[in-house]
């Protein structure tokens, strides 16, 4: 059985921030990740649970700090699960010199190229082994999973949605990296992880995902800041998420914000809001 | 004039959070503070302007991403200006020594004694000049003002409150420390700043100057958490705050609930109401 440790436990709203670590099979090092547990009755209660995946150079902590998600995860009476973004000290070369590539920049694939191919294995993380670790220490309920996350973790939160509709029911997301294939910071990681053959991109990009998902019926809900400056690089593209007769894709482009956390926190009610019309649909 | 300098803008909620920076001559150093305006009409439209002090070791940056409170004061429209905790690099041995006495740790009191007199200024800073700093930045409405804070900054506000009833027409605290001139903060602040003379002390000391408080009938609000370590060292004795014919004391004691940032955000709601209240009284 994996040990889980507990590093952190404090009250907030009706219930608990946790924090915990945990030797990783997956990703061959120790990973650390939040729970946010509501209140809830003694017996085998199960509660829906939310994924959240972080963006570039974050950890665990920033969306636990900044985003006040704690309000709406305790007034829904919902788990909230986010993980950290990538492997850590895993004693690759170069793995802490830069900000968009390896440490902090795992963009939640299973890499195939040397020298990484052995740790940064965040969709296999994320898909299969955080959700039965976080099972160890909260009650989630894992018939009403969703997905969720930030820029990069838009990116992941949408790709491991799509591949995977059976285990999340429900996927929203903020600035996401909508079609790595074609952007800077996406052709960097994948060719990084994956080696450059663009045939075996595909798998991680949420435009063409979309294009050929056939699961059951999603409606996905993206936040997009006009004013954000990675937006007008054309790092996130949010134009090439294309509904489809299986999947709504609602993007609302929000007038005068940004990338930051400030914008997070502004609609971070309405992605609570999605995802328990989606698990009660 | 004194030269207000913006130092950043970001959208959040219906308004904008900035951070300004300027010369202050109360405390001889370059000084920081945060600003959040809600939008507001384009005449000369003044909003309620609530002053925020933060605890030790805090920048003003703490409350701005930590708390949450911008939800609140874009819903009711309120301005929320918040300085930083103590002047910075004046150059004064041992500046920087402590967290709990210099740097970060200015206790809102007028020093007098060598060598923190020159500088370590900051009930005028608060008092006198932020409000007028501020309102070159915002348009705040000086007779809708109210104070609050967290910790040392939950003390400044009653304090200052207390002092000031003609200026802020609202106070309220989360974990103040109540009776600094009988705990260890306290005491070594004190000392250090006013010397060694107690009887100097009492202007600075919550409790005490709710005793003799012959203003206009206040209520004040005070939340503190049940599970505080520093409640449990006998910091912060909020059983010294006793109402009186003139202030209405509620101290609500929050179970399960800490010190930090979660037990702000959990409650910072609730500040916001107290002051509406207040100000339409």
């Not at 061959?28 to 003694?42: A, L, N, R």
């Not at 920049?105 to 052995?118: D, I, L, Q, R």
């Not at 509904?243 to 502004?266: D, L, N």
Request: glycine content about 8%.
């Amino acid at each position: 059985m994996t040990d889980v440790v507990q590093v952190s436990k404090v009250r907030c709203f009706d219930g608990w921030q946790y924090v915990f670590k945990h030797p990783s099979e997956t990703v061959g090092c120790e990973m650390t990740f939040g729970v946010y547990i509501p209140d809830h009755k003694q017996n085998d209660e199960k509660l829906p649970t939310l994924f959240y995946l972080s963006g570039l150079t974050c950890t665990h902590a920033n969306f636990i700090e900044k985003s006040g998600f704690q309000r709406f995860a305790s007034k829904h009476r919902f788990i909230v699960v986010n993980p950290d973004t990538s492997p850590r000290n895993v004693n690759i070369p170069g793995e802490d010199d830069s900000w968009d590539f390896g440490s902090g920049a795992g963009f939640y694939v299973n890499a195939t190229a040397e020298p990484w191919s052995k740790h940064y294995r965040m969709y296999s993380y994320v898909v299969e082994e955080l959700p039965q670790v976080a099972a160890k220490v909260a009650p989630i309920d894992n018939h009403k999973m969703g997905i969720f996350g930030h820029s990069m973790g838009g990116h992941g939160a949408l790709v491991i949605g799509l591949r995977n509709p059976q285990l999340f029911k429900s996927i929203s997301a903020f600035s996401p990296i909508s079609n790595p294939t074609s952007c800077a910071w996406g052709i960097k990681a994948l060719t990084g992880y994956l080696g450059e053959d663009k045939s075996k991109w595909a798998d991680y990009d949420a435009s063409l995902l979309l294009a050929k998902y056939d699961g059951p019926e999603r409606h996905i809900l993206a936040d997009q800041g006009a004013e954000d400056d990675f937006l007008k690089q054309d790092q996130l593209r949010p134009e090439a998420l294309k509904s489809t007769s299986k999947v709504q894709v609602e993007v609302r482009m929000q007038p005068e914000h940004g990338h930051s956390y400030y914008f997070i926190s502004t609609f971070i009610e309405d992605h609570f809001t999605h995802f328990a019309k989606q698990i009660n649909h």
